[in-house]
């Protein structure tokens, strides 16, 4: 899964209000220092998990979600925040999300339900650990928040409700969306008046919205068919038995092309093989390690490493910490 570049440039935009500065971020987190200048449109899930891990760890503020939330510039969004501050209406906006939220976030999911006098927009993490989970949706309500404020002047959530538990900084909820704040709750939501959603913009420009509209469906074919490979790829490489010694000429095959036009094809959207297999590895442990009761030696075995040492290295490479103090990381974030 990718993420749109715009996405990392607006959190480091963010972190300047905190006094840290992009390049010591990018340093500490052991990435390119040209990253955030690469013409390139999107980067690997790992790399933005590993920005945040260390930006955590920089900041010291476990509430970094609700921050970037309300202080990531509106250009974090690229074309789909184009698209949503320009329609007409806050229901015509949220109609739009399912089809260019995968222009920024890929794997999050927004939804609408209405019922009497009340609306609902539902949020929809695309992580199952509780840290990564809670801020997903810390970051995404908050913005979504912001975008309300901006297209309704004046308007405000009546509640919102978070699934996850309060966590140590709960006062800061309340004043991030202006309302009351409930956890422990069946979704993720923010709940409001339902007559909003039918509120012209007083300064719409809709020839202008169906312009932004055109250039974001060619985006989003650009976006496809650009993956369309790598995806196939890592597809493949998931169901490997052995991730330890992947051939080029057996992934070629089942993919149908020549080993010569598979590493060209990957090098031309920025892939390569031993990276996709270094991802995959990657993604299985952090899954199997959500279950407290696979042992790690089973899961090195699972992902391709002979010796378990082998695989702490790896995994510490991966993520910071060796896969213990993940795991154990993960529990008690869970059970908080």
Known sequence: MEVSINVLRGITTALCHRSLDPV???????????LLDRPRSSVDLPVVTRLMRTAFELVGDPGLGLFFGEHAPMQSLGMLGEVLIHAPTLRAAIAELPNYLPLVFPTSRFRLLEEGDRAYLIYEPPFCEARPARFCTELSLAFATRIGRQMVPGSRPIEARLRHAAPSYADRYAPCFGCPVRFDAQRSELVFARA??????????????????????????????????????????????????????????????????????????GHSLSALA?????????????NPEVPIKRIADRVGFSEVSAFHRAFKRWTGVTPARYRAEAMLAHAS
């Open 278 to 290: 270094d991802q995959v590895r990657r993604e299985l442990a952090l899954s199997e390690l959500a």
């Open 196 to 269: 909003l959603l039918d509120v012209p913009q007083p300064f719409v420009d809709e020839p202008l919205w169906r312009v932004l509209k055109r250039r974001a469906d060619e985006l989003l074919v650009q976006e496809r068919a650009r993956e369309l490979l790598h995806e196939r790829v890592k597809q493949v490489l998931r169901h490997e038995v052995d991730l330890g010694s992947v051939n080029p000429g057996t992934i070629a095959r089942r993919l149908g092309v020549s080993p010569r036009s598979l590493r060209r094809r990957l090098g031309d959207e």
């Open 24 to 34: 010591r971020l990018l340093r500490a987190a052991e990435l390119e220092g040209d």
